[in-house]
């Protein structure tokens, strides 16, 4: 065999070592990843549910001290505008939810 044959079936073997090597590590990369999945999704969850608590609680503040205001605080009509543009979007986010339960059930 010529200098060139064994110059390429090391290459060749050199090149399927490192490749196999690089592999086996991805695999391995991909497997752990792969087991801290649940985990990782478990905290985004409790921290998602913690802050739509959150933002309930301070929606709830809100409307009660909306409630106690008096009424004539809403006659300016930029404000009487923003406050319907804000109810428009409280309807599209309550839509949506609406949408992602029936697709989660």
Known sequence: MANTDYLLKAA?????????????????????IAQDAPEILRKEFE?????IIEEASRMEK???????EP???????????VLNEIEEIN????????KINNQIK
């Open 12 to 32: 060749i073997k050199k090149l399927t070592e490192k490749i196999n090597e690089v592999l086996v590590e991805k695999i391995e990369e991909a497997t752990n």
């Open 47 to 51: 921290s998602f549910k913690e802050s």
């Open 62 to 68: 809100a409307e009660n001290i909306e409630k106690n």
């Open 71 to 81: 009424t004539n605080t809403y006659q300016n009509p930029n404000i009487i505008k």
């Open 91 to 98: 309807n599209l986010i309550n839509q949506f939810n609406k």
